[in-house]
């Protein structure tokens, strides 16, 4: 069984830039979830995919969007970039069909803001 | 709203010292309550899933437990590779995202 990858684990940009961040889910799950953790923070809810469109948002302007391909991998786009961008960006994956669906995370992509 | 509130925020143990972490939620239909573990700079490892007040769940030196208002992550007789962060998480809304506490940042010592 695979788990969840992300990649890049590291990434350095500068304000004003757009970057993505891409996700490939555990193998046998159909839902991808995106959050942002901030330094001493918990995970915070971006968004949701699931059968390649949106299934729920957080509190995330619209300059974060994302993506969910056929094979269920997954990515977050995030345009004109500020310094409070700047965390860690976790992918997790998990079973919609489930009534308790665990969601399993990946290593996370580091995104700094200069 | 649904919240989750983790104590203590921070708590120090030397090795071999057994003690106890709080996670209290306020959530409308609970759908599982989850623990994480998570090191510095990775992604969150996925330890229990609690589905029901009164149930229990162990792993090594972990023991998770839940009621109906609070869930605690015992830890019998840690040793340094103990240390990390310990997450809970609730699913809330209709997407099942998932609410986490802040954590509980745990250093065991030599």
């Known amino acids: 069984e695979t788990g969840v990858t992300q990649s890049p ?49 957080g509190n995330f302007p619209p300059r974060f969007s994302g993506l969910q391909f056929p094979n269920y991998s997954s990515e977050l786009n995030v345009n004109a970039l500020e310094l409070d ?30 | 709203e649904d919240q989750v509130t983790q104590s203590p925020e921070a708590l120090r143990l030397q090795e071999g010292e057994s003690s106890s972490l709080n996670c209290s939620y306020t959530v409308s239909g609970l759908r599982g309550l989850f623990w994480y573990r998570q090191d510095p700079g990775k992604g969150p490892e996925f330890l229990f899933t609690l589905y029901s007040a009164g149930e229990e769940k162990e792993k090594e030196r972990l023991k998770a437990t839940l009621t109906k208002k609070e869930s ?31 954590g509980t940042l745990l250093a065991v010592q030599p």
Not at chain 2, 78 to 92: N, Q, R
């Open chain 1, 9 to 57: 684990t590291h990434l350095i940009k500068t304000r004003g830039q757009q970057v993505t961040l891409r996700c490939s889910s555990q193998s046998g799950h159909n839902t991808v979830s995106w959050y942002q953790q901030a330094l001493g923070q918990g995970p915070q809810f971006i968004f949701q995919y699931y059968r390649e469109e949106e299934n729920g948002r």
């Open chain 1, 85 to 114: 961008d700047s965390a860690l960006y976790l992918c997790a994956s998990s079973l919609r069909d489930r009534v308790y669906n665990e969601q399993f995370f990946g290593p996370g992509t580091r995104l700094t803001v200069l």
């Open chain 2, 72 to 102: 605690f992550l015992h830890i019998t007789a840690p040793k340094p590779e103990d240390s990390a962060t310990y997450l809970c998480a609730v699913p809330g809304g209709a997407t099942n995202k998932l609410i986490f506490g802040t």
